[in-house]
């Protein structure tokens, strides 16, 4: 199968969500792999500042990342 120029839309000009077609479901692959059992992380809710989180923003950080390695440098692990 050969690739001729950009996917089309998945939404109309109305909003409308368009007919999936066979084409689609023969390209889809599946999402991101599982992390290895070391690597998982766990899921937890955290509470920050608004300005904290609108510089994190601003400057394209990922907060989990940086919250994560700056617990592990302050817990010492």
């Known amino acids: 199968m050969t690739h001729s120029g950009p996917p089309k839309p998945l939404i109309d000009a109305d909003g409308?969500?368009?007919e999936l077609g066979e084409a689609f479901f023969l390209r889809a692959r599946p999402g991101r792999p599982a992390l290895p059992v070391g690597e998982k992380?766990?899921?937890v809710n955290l509470m920050l500042d608004p300005e904290l989180r609108a510089?994190?923003?601003a400057r394209g950080l990922n907060l989990s990342e940086r919250v994560n390695a700056l617990l592990r440098k302050d817990l010492g692990l």
């Open 41 to 43: 992380r766990e899921r």
């Open 16 to 18: 409308e969500v368009t």
């Open 55 to 57: 510089a994190a923003k």
